[in-house]
């Protein structure tokens, strides 16, 4: 099985410091969706795991979380691509929760509802944040850290330590991380 994880906002999406609190709110970065569309029809499972405490914070409730996640997968499908499963946490930052990353409870979900070991399997994960990055090394994913417009990558370039960025790959977007993992 091929499994490529991505994170949501700054990766397929615009980031937003005010969330994404509406379907119209959510507007595909620059190439994002025909990238998710390559991985599809290379046979990949794509799976997204978002942080998106708006909900905690009361910027909007889980009826309207579903509605930009709908759109966010009609547009992969309009593209020809699939987004096979959304793992999201609502919680605050400070809540506890063991799904929020940097923790791995979303990654381990993951792991159970698709019967994989990901320190085995290894799988791509392509992240904008230091979380995602933090994330994605501490469950065994190969890390690919965008840099580009609409995302957090230039500041978390500055938190990064030497040692992990010798584990991670540097990339523009979605779509070099993508070109790189279909080589």
Known sequence: MKIAILDR???IN???RAFIKSPAEWLPLP????????LTQADYQ?????NQSGVGRGLLDLAML???HTTM????EKAGGKIHKIYFCPHLPDAGCNCRKPLPGMFEQLARDYKVNLNELNPPYIGDSYRDLQV????GCKFY???GVGGDGHETLKKITPEQKQQIIIVENLAAAVDLILK
Do not use: F, P, R, Y
């Open 31 to 38: 190439g994002s969706l025909e990238a998710i569309a390559k």
């Open 46 to 50: 794509v799976i997204v795991t978002t």
């Open 73 to 76: 997968q009609q547009a992969a």
């Open 145 to 147: 850290l965008t840099t």
């Open 14 to 16: 615009q980031e937003s």
């Open 136 to 139: 994605g090394l501490a469950t």
């Open 66 to 68: 579903n509605a930009i």
């Open 9 to 11: 906002d700054g990766v």
